[in-house]
């Protein structure tokens, strides 16, 4: 029974001490080190995922993300990866992979991604930069930055040393 909680494909290149959830998904993509993918995630081929990340529950990353290290992506974020999707080519039958153009998404070092956010393919999501829970990501995310709304405005910036002495609170010992 416990083979069928997960699907982890042979094709899989995990990093050392990855922690991995029940329910999962994952094929043809690359998790680094000491990343925490939570159940319920799937993660498609070509996708890769850096070191000390964590992925929450019920997160779909597609084919073309790059997530860099150290970014937190909170509960139900979704990734699309096609400006124009479609059912069908315009001869009516069922698209396959090169019916279409897979647009690249980059999320740099250290950003965070709110729960329930929504990351339209072609953006870079900045370092240090924080997208609030809800948000529709449509354009590029500054470094830096906290940005929230459908569509995602920015709010304000961070200062490089409130983001640095956060991140060494969070992982100083409780």
Excluded at 1 to 8: D, G, P
Excluded at 55 to 75: A, L, P, Y
Excluded at 95 to 102: F, G, I, P, S, Y
Excluded at 105 to 126: D, F, R, Y
Aim: hydrophobic share 35%; charged share 20%; aromatic share 6%.
């Amino acid at each position: 029974m416990e083979e069928l909680l997960s699907a982890v494909a042979q094709d899989v290149k995990l990093g050392e001490n990855v922690k991995l959830g029940k329910f999962i998904n994952l094929y043809g993509c690359t998790i680094g080190d000491n990343t925490k993918i939570g159940p319920f995630v799937e993660i498609q081929k070509n996708a890769e995922i850096g070191r000390n990340c964590k992925i929450s529950s019920h997160t779909f990353i597609c084919d073309g993300v790059e997530i860099h290290d150290n970014v937190f992506v909170g509960h139900n974020v979704t990734f699309i990866n096609d400006m124009y999707p479609r059912a069908t080519t315009s001869l009516g039958e069922l698209q396959v992979e090169a019916d279409w153009t897979c647009v690249k998404t980059v999320i740099k070092h250290n950003a965070s991604i709110g729960s329930s956010s929504t990351i339209l393919c072609g953006v870079v999501v900045g370092e240090h930069s924080i997208i609030g829970a809800g948000s529709v990501v449509t354009k590029n995310v500054q470094p830096y930055s906290i940005v929230a709304g459908n569509p995602a405005r920015l709010l304000r910036f961070i200062k490089e040393s409130d983001s640095e002495s956060a991140i060494s609170e969070s992982q100083s010992p409780v």
